[in-house]
């Protein structure tokens, strides 16, 4: 299901063509450094780099029988490439392809993600500009605390958006990485030049030391950052959910012309999109726990990280593209109310403005603990009656002694909580 929304570079990724592709490279790259080490003639290069092709069907067909897809794949190429194939995978064992190939396409696919969450990142810097003095209340505990804006959430959701861009770089550079060391990384039958000659080829770095295979430590890093982005956008994705609730509904997802909501009530405007995003990123720390499982193997190697490797890295990266994609469509078509915003902070009667109360009567030289019983009797008796809260502190005769009208209405101005938001803007160049 998820496949038909991604784009289709993250399908060629993961696609068995270029699995095999990638392979081929591996191979006629170790070809190039062998001949600039005599060790093959450059005559025997010429016709590989000419015939050597494949399909995925013949592979496959060979592979039922052999039950070894790298060999498979070597057989295959030979079918074309006749009897100069004896030079393909001289020295080489199946991991040196496999491992070196799989980097540049986790590399490739990680480039993709980076794609998207820089557009992520710029949706959510639009966002924030526009709703920098969409006033709002701020929640803790799901209970109403104090006035803030709605764009200072999007720049909240920029700024971790900016960190998983510097983890997923970091992560790209972890896994941009080859080994052609033979089958216990001793380089006996390969010599080390040809190592770095393949990885310069394609781009990675040669891996300092490895054994049979590349070190799963990297893998692991590298599917631990794609949970931590997908659980920036579950956090995001949740707070949109809860938003968008019936007896709140200050934000709201798109809801399309000829969408429907219900099988059975049609007035439902459901939050679909995040309740995908929010059930999808439990995948992706699901198969950030088996990567990291994956990094014990016994001695120099065994194949226990081979298939799930076959079934996680492609499902989490096609998964994070697309929500990823989703969640920009979210934010860039996001329904935002600011009457409702206004309307549910007044339906708490004033109680947001009981901290500076608190501190203006502090102020007045009273002790803190005398201000909050001054403050929090009144604020009991708003929560128990739903009269207005600085009408009840102009009654109150302890409080009025020591703050005027004027003075409470002062206190009770939203400008107040406004006053540094371009401090905080300007963090990010705004």
Not at 113 to 120: D, F, G, H, S, V
Not at 230 to 256: H, N, P, S, Y
Not at 299 to 308: K, L, Q
Not at 378 to 386: D, K, P, Q, S
Request: charged content about 25%.
């Amino acid at each position: 299901m998820i496949e038909r929304y991604t784009l289709p570079e993250m399908k060629q990724i993961w696609s068995e063509k270029n699995k095999f592709q990638k392979w081929l490279d591996v191979e006629i790259y170790a070809c190039e450094a062998l001949v600039e080490q005599g060790v093959i003639p450059t005559t025997a290069l010429v016709v590989i780099k000419e015939k050597a092709r494949f399909t995925v069907e013949r592979i496959l067909e060979i592979e039922a029988t052999v039950q070894h897809d790298v060999i498979a794949f070597l057989t295959c190429v030979a079918e074309y490439v006749g009897d100069d194939s004896k030079y393909i995978h001289l020295g080489l064992t199946s991991s040196d392809v496999v491992d070196t190939a799989q980097s540049v396409r986790m590399k490739e696919a990680g480039e993709q993600i980076l794609t998207r969450l820089k557009a992520l990142h710029q949706v959510l810097l639009q966002q924030a500009k526009e709703h920098r003095f969409t006033i709002m209340i701020g929640r803790t505990h799901g209970i109403h605390a104090e006035p803030m804006t709605f764009g200072l959430k999007m720049l909240l959701w920029a700024a971790e958006t900016e960190r998983n861009i510097e983890r997923l770089h970091q992560a790209i550079k972890t896994i941009s990485v080859g080994k052609i060391s033979g089958a216990v990384g001793t380089y006996a039958n390969i010599g080390p030049e040809v190592e770095a000659h393949v990885c310069n080829r394609l781009n990675l770095t040669r891996a300092t030391i490895a054994t049979q295979v590349l070190q799963r430590d990297r893998h692991a890093e590298y599917m631990n950052t794609l949970a931590i982005i997908g659980c920036t956008l579950e956090k995001i994705a949740t707070e949109i959910r809860a938003l968008q609730r019936t007896d709140i509904r200050e934000v709201e997802e798109f809801f399309a012309k000829g969408q429907k909501g219900s099988s059975a009530m049609p007035h439902k405007r459901n939050p679909i999109i995040t309740e995908r995003i929010t059930g999808m990123a439990r995948l992706l720390r699901g198969n950030a726990l088996v990567a990291m499982e994956n990094v014990a193997l016994w001695h120099e190697r065994d194949i226990s990280h081979s298939s799930v490797e076959r079934v996680i890295i492609p499902d989490s990266t096609t998964a994070l593209d697309y929500m990823l994609k989703k969640m920009i469509d979210v934010i860039s078509n996001l329904l935002v109310y600011p009457e409702k915003m206004k309307h549910n902070m007044a339906r708490t009667k004033g109680l947001m403005f009981s901290q500076r109360t608190m501190l203006a009567l502090v102020d007045k030289g009273i002790t803190r603990e005398q201000a909050y019983e001054l403050v929090q009797r009144n604020a009991m008796e708003c929560w128990r009656t739903g009269k207005e809260f600085k009408k009840l502190l102009a009654a109150d005769q302890a409080v009025i002694k020591l703050l005027t009208v004027p003075e409470l209405d002062q206190i009770f101005e939203y400008s107040y909580y406004l006053k540094h938001i371009d401090q905080i803007y300007a963090r990010f160049g705004l």
